[in-house]
């Protein structure tokens, strides 16, 4: 069992920066991928990024391609997502989630454990 608590979200104005943070607890952290999901309201949860076990697999959705950047830090449990640039069509409920395997993955349906959400609002 992996417990994940997100944290760092709030309302900031378009252009601007939030780190997004994920704190695990449970089984061993640093065998999950993890990856980052977001849900706008009215809309499916879709993915944001991913990083694989020891950090060297990483792959974002194109929509935050260059403008977001995951990281993870296996001594501390923690995964990141330092977002910058920010645009009105980030809005959304961020979750952190623990995959079932290693690498790198894009489907919710792989990730096996999820946080209670954090909102993200960008004001234009």
């Known amino acids: 069992q992996v417990t994940l608590v997100e944290s760092g979200g709030g309302l900031v104005q378009a252009g601007g920066s939030l780190r997004l943070s994920c704190s695990a607890s449970?089984?061993?952290?640093?065998?999950?991928?993890m990856g980052w999901f977001r849900q706008a309201p009215g809309k499916e949860r879709v993915f944001v990024a991913t990083i694989s076990w020891g950090g060297g697999g990483i792959y974002y959705a194109d929509s935050v391609k260059g403008r977001f950047t995951i990281s993870r830090d296996n001594a501390k449990n923690t995964v990141s997502l330092q977002m910058n640039s920010l645009k009105p069509e980030d809005t959304a409920v961020y979750y952190c989630?623990?995959?079932?395997?290693?690498?790198?993955?894009?489907?919710?349906?792989?990730?096996?454990?999820w946080g209670q959400g954090t909102q993200v609002t960008v004001s234009s």
């Open positions: 449970g089984r061993t952290f640093s065998r999950n991928a």
């Open positions: 989630a623990a995959a079932r395997g290693l690498l790198v993955y894009t489907t919710s349906s792989q990730y096996a454990y």
